[in-house]
């Protein structure tokens, strides 16, 4: 039996080679819900106990001087005031602790920002009409989002980081105004770049598929992993990262990693990051298709 003084001796020289080791960090699941009527709603979403983090999307009209549209595909109406039913999903969520933001964005829309004074207009919008302002129309409802997510996949490059800085000027002392974003995996992302750079985003899911340069292929980890400990790691000032995947094969073009191989020979390798956050998953449609998120929750 080893004495005191040894067990003490040992746990130190542990304690020394803990940075060699190399600590694993554990994170959660974000998902995309909102494009596609057959995937459930909100409060079904958040009652699965699956997701950490639920991107509502998509806000895909805005900026330039238009008036601003949400679009939820099937899930309801929002010309004739339909989604403000989705209010009460996003009391339910974040009764759970789950934080919900609007995604502004997406792969098919019409927005853009044509100006430092359109962003201060577009982040005025979103105050009042999603966050802790208030106004008339309040397309959700009532419910108070967490915050914004960017997924600009087009438009202009210019004053995202601006639409960042009013929207984070939001926040206040017990309610912070969360930003996150989903940048394409080839660094620096070409529209979100200098807003990433801010360092006030505070989820990162990057998009490691439809990307052939950085994502996985068959048998393949290399490009994805060079991407992830190169260039997104070490480059993220503050906010926590995520590695962004399609939930079925059908959800993406490319770059569906088969849950087996995410679980052995990707997560073990990423979650040695400090800043690790997780994984986000496209979408809750096809995670209920694949029941993907099931079988890589115990890994994140």
Not at 10 to 26: D, E, K, Q, R, V
Not at 46 to 69: D, E, I, R, S
Not at 172 to 200: E, H, M, S
Not at 231 to 259: D, E, Q, R, T, V
Request: proline share 5%; net charge positive.
């Amino acid at each position: 039996m080893a004495t005191k003084s040894q067990t003490t001796q040992i746990f130190l020289s542990l304690l020394a080679l803990s940075p060699l080791i190399g600590t694993s960090h554990g994170g959660g699941i974000a998902i995309y819900w909102g494009q596609n009527g057959n995937e459930g709603n909100l409060t079904s979403t958040c009652a699965t106990g699956k997701y950490a983090y639920v991107n509502v999307a998509f806000l895909n009209k805005f900026g330039g001087g238009q008036t601003p549209k949400l679009n939820l595909a099937g899930h309801c109406n929002p010309d004739s005031g339909g989604c403000k039913i989705v209010s009460a999903g996003i009391k339910y969520c974040q009764s759970r602790g789950i934080k919900v933001m609007l995604s502004l964005g997406g792969g098919i829309g019409n927005y853009t920002l044509t100006s430092t004074a359109d962003a201060k207009n577009v982040a005025d919008y979103l105050w009042n009409n999603f966050l802790g302002g208030s106004s008339s129309s309040r397309p959700l409802g009532d419910a108070v989002l967490d915050g914004i997510d960017f997924d600009i996949e087009s438009g202009s490059t210019k004053h995202w980081d601006n639409l960042a800085r009013f929207l984070s000027a939001y926040s206040k002392p017990g309610k912070k105004v969360y930003l996150t974003a989903a940048p394409q995996c080839p660094f620096p992302d070409r529209l979100l770049g200098t807003a990433i750079n801010t360092g006030l985003f505070d989820y990162v899911w990057v998009q490691f598929y439809n990307n052939p340069p950085c994502q996985y292929t068959t048998g393949d980890t290399s490009n994805l992993l060079n991407s992830w400990n190169n260039n997104w790691a070490p480059s993220l000032k503050g906010g926590k990262l995520f590695l962004g995947l399609p939930a079925a094969p059908a959800a993406a073009g490319s770059g569906y990693i088969p849950p087996d191989v995410l679980n052995s020979q990707i997560l073990p390798e990423i979650k040695k990051s400090a800043n690790y956050g997780g994984v986000m998953l496209w979408s809750k449609f096809y995670d209920d298709q694949n029941g993907y998120s099931s079988t890589i929750k115990a890994s994140v």
